[in-house]
């Protein structure tokens, strides 16, 4: 089972991102899997920043993200997506995706993409 997370960069202050995460494996069911996003800033713990329920009904950010990314998924395509807006210095972090949620573990994780916003 692999995680493909692309579509990082760099971006200047206010402007947007949007990542992919790529699910791929024969024993993996992306469609039937909970998604989430997590981030490690500079000096910094991983944090969670998304989370999208296996069937896309139920969505949960962090405090510092609400109102400003959106995460969604294409189940038929097998893709996780984290849309970033009004994009902060403070955003600047690795991004990983994550699946298969069981309990406040994650299975399966991405290797990460680094996303830099310049002030």
């Known amino acids: 089972v692999q995680l493909q997370a692309s579509g990082g960069g760099l971006v200047q202050a206010g402007g947007s991102l949007r990542l992919s995460c790529v699910a791929a494996?024969?024993?993996?069911?992306?469609?039937?899997?909970?998604m989430g996003w997590f981030r490690q800033g500079p000096g910094k713990e991983r944090e969670f920043v998304a989370f999208?329920?296996?069937?896309?009904?139920?969505?949960f950010y962090a405090d510092s993200v609400k109102g400003r990314f959106t995460i969604s998924r294409d189940i038929v395509k097998n893709i996780g997506y984290l849309q970033m807006r009004s994009l902060k210095s403070e955003d600047t972090a690795v991004y990983y995706c994550?699946?298969?949620?069981?309990?406040?573990?994650?299975?399966?994780w991405g290797q990460g993409t680094q996303v830099t916003v310049s002030s």
């Open positions: 494996g024969r024993t993996f069911t992306f469609g039937q899997s909970d």
């Open positions: 994550a699946a298969d949620r069981r309990g406040d573990t994650w299975t399966y």
């Open positions: 999208i329920s296996w069937n896309g009904i139920s969505t």
